[in-house]
């Protein structure tokens, strides 16, 4: 395609606006898919790796004196689950007065 005659200009232009458009439409239908599977409660997105009860047993460890190393070992829970998980859950380490 020349895009350097107006013929050639008209077809690319038509040709991206019809991509763009096509982009809309996909985001449309996806965004609107999104919305009824969350009200049919469906939740997207990775299942926690740690279930409310135990982050509760694991937050009473440590707020109880227990080491990270100590928890993750007792727990069975990788280092790095543990660090991501008691961000995402507020959770913050005792103060030592």
Request: glycine fraction near 10%; hydrophobic fraction near 40%; include cysteine.
């Amino acid at each position: 395609m020349d895009t350097t005659t107006p013929h050639g200009e008209l077809l690319f232009s038509m040709f991206g606006a019809l991509a763009q458009y096509e982009r809309a439409l996909t985001r449309e239908r996806v965004m609107a898919g999104l919305a009824a599977a969350k009200r049919r409660g469906r939740q997207g997105g990775r299942p926690s790796a740690i279930d409310p009860e135990k982050i509760e047993a694991i937050t009473n460890a440590l707020e109880g004196g227990a080491s990270k190393a100590a928890v993750c070992r007792n727990f069975g829970v990788p280092r790095s689950t543990l660090i991501d998980t008691l961000a995402r859950v507020g959770w913050a380490a005792p103060t030592k007065a």
